[in-house]
């Protein structure tokens, strides 16, 4: 089992900045990845990035270059830094840990919403 803890969401203006946290009960160090979606009213859940255990990253085409992935030393705070928000970056933001065995562990969802 994997409990995951997000924070950091809130409203913000187009072209600012907000930085997710996420909480691990087991650090990224034990774990295949660890990784950041999305959902938007009436879309499905979409990628936002990823980060494995040894440190490799991945982003959706959508938000490279204004998203940066990263986690504490113990591994057990995955961070997502948000810069130069659009509208379309409104959503639900949800963390994701996958095990080496490749079972899915999913946070309860923050809220992001970028309005002017």
């Known amino acids: 089992q994997v409990q995951l803890v997000e924070s950091g969401g809130g409203l913000v203006q187009p072209g600012g900045s907000l930085r997710l946290s996420c909480a691990t009960s087991?650090?990224?160090?034990?774990?295949?990845?660890m990784g950041w979606y999305r959902q938007a009213p009436g879309k499905q859940r979409e990628l936002v990035a990823t980060?494995?255990?040894?440190?490799?990253?991945n982003f959706a085409d959508s938000v490279k270059g204004r998203f940066v992935i990263s986690r504490d030393n113990a591994g057990t705070t995955m961070y997502l830094q948000m810069n130069s928000l659009k509208f379309e970056d409104t959503a639900v933001y949800y963390c994701?840990?996958?095990?080496?065995?490749?079972?899915?562990?999913w946070g309860q969802g923050t809220q992001v919403t970028v309005s002017s």
């Open positions: 994701n840990a996958m095990t080496i065995a490749f079972v899915d562990y």
């Open positions: 087991r650090s990224i160090l034990t774990l295949a990845r």
């Open positions: 980060i494995t255990s040894r440190g490799a990253t």
